[in-house]
C-alpha cells in the first residue's frame, strides 16, 4: 500500500464502515437502523460510481498523468507521501 495513490485506495477505504456494519449484522446479530441503510446505500452508490470511473478510465488507457512527463509526476507523488495518506 506503501507506492498506492491515494485515489487507488480510497474506494477501499470508502467500503470499511459498510463492511463493518454487515459484520455486526451478520456476526453479532445487531439490527441495524433505516439511517443506517440509507447510509450505507450512498456510500454504496458512491463506491459503485467510483469504480466505475476507474473502470472508464482503463477502459480508454489513460491515467492521469499521462500528459506529464516523469519530472514533473515524481515531485507530486513525493507530496503525496508526506501528507499522510500511505498508512505509513
Known amino acids: 500500500m506503501r507506492k498506492s495513490r491515494s485515489i ?3 474506494p477501499a477505504t470508502s467500503f ?3 463492511a463493518g ?3 455486526a449484522f451478520f456476526i453479532l446479530g445487531e439490527i ?3 439511517s443506517q441503510f440509507i447510509d450505507g446505500a450512498i ?6 460510481i467510483c469504480l466505475y470511473a476507474i473502470y472508464l ?3 480508454k488507457n489513460v491515467t492521469i498523468h499521462d500528459s506529464l512527463s516523469e ?3 515524481a515531485p507530486m507523488l513525493n507530496a503525496e507521501c508526506r ?6
Do not use: C, N, R, W
Not at 501528507?83 to 505509513?88: I, N
Open 32 to 34: 441495524q437502523t433505516h
Open 8 to 10: 487507488d485506495v480510497s
Open 21 to 23: 456494519v454487515l459484520a
Open 16 to 18: 470499511a464502515p459498510v
Open 83 to 88: 501528507a499522510g495518506f500511505k498508512y505509513v
Open 71 to 73: 519530472d514533473e509526476v
Open 57 to 59: 478510465q482503463h477502459e
Open 43 to 48: 456510500l454504496m452508490i458512491g463506491l459503485a
